[in-house]
């Protein structure tokens, strides 16, 4: 349906299914401006991430991720592997256990942050828990920090592996936000999603890694693995 179509609202006219869809317009863009008036903080990005679980984008991110067999059975069974940072310190310091438990410990993050308020009960609620529970490890393995920028490269890296609309509407942000506010930002901005996007493309698919049943590998070894080209 045309963003002209979803406007033009006319309560005598839309149809059940279109009337929604108005509203969901709303209320996507609620959070997509508070993060353009600045709002660094996770809730924006949460409300958006919840909206956008109810759009046809979502479904499609489900079907995608599905052609994937080992992604298909991580769906299925609603893999969810929980971890202990002072228990991954114990690896070597080469492996992805402590070089993630280093980095979760030195920024003062948790992986709960980004997913406990998600209730797994379907596809689209389990894929949006796992992309937040392994977040970090995503930036990890991608070399990519958590910059304002670094993290639009790690979305362009997303939006490539797959259709992953919360990747897109950051992306759309990011862009509008540095266009109007800090333009001289805007070639390292492009580079960070062209680098993103090429690296997404030759990787292997991340989301389909049970990255806790290999904690204690190198993390270069799962780069060379996955073909991660830094």
């Not at 903080?41 to 994937?68: G, H, I, R, Y």
């Not at 969810?80 to 030195?106: C, F, R, T, V, W």
Request: charged share 20%; proline share 5%; no cysteine.
């Amino acid at each position: 349906m045309k963003l002209m179509n979803l406007l033009s609202f006319n309560t005598s006219t839309k149809t059940e299914i279109e009337q929604p869809n108005y509203f969901q317009l709303l209320k996507v863009a609620k959070p997509f401006l508070a993060m353009l008036a600045g709002d660094e903080s996770l809730k924006p990005v949460l409300e958006m991430s919840e909206v956008l679980s109810k759009m046809p984008a979502s479904e499609f991110t489900v079907k995608q991720l599905k052609n994937d067999p080992v992604a298909a059975e991580m769906i299925q069974e609603r893999y969810m592997a929980l971890h202990n940072l002072d228990e991954l310190l114990q690896y070597p310091e080469d492996s992805l256990g402590y070089i993630y438990a280093s980095k979760m410990k030195e920024k003062g993050f948790r992986s709960e942050d980004l997913y406990a308020s998600v209730s797994i009960n379907s596809d689209t609620s389990y894929i949006d828990a796992r992309i937040g529970q392994t977040h970090d490890i995503w930036h990890i393995i991608t070399g990519f920090e958590t910059s304002e920028i670094d993290e639009i490269g790690l979305q362009a890296f997303y939006l490539v592996q797959f259709t992953n609309p919360m990747a897109t509407m950051l992306i759309a942000n990011a862009l509008i936000a540095v266009t109007l506010f800090t333009p001289e930002e805007l070639p390292e901005l492009l580079s960070a999603i062209g680098k993103g996007w090429e690296m997404g493309s030759q990787a292997k698919p991340l989301f389909a890694q049970k990255w806790e049943e290999n904690w204690e590998k190198p993390l270069t070894q799962w780069q060379t693995e996955l073909n991660i080209r830094l």
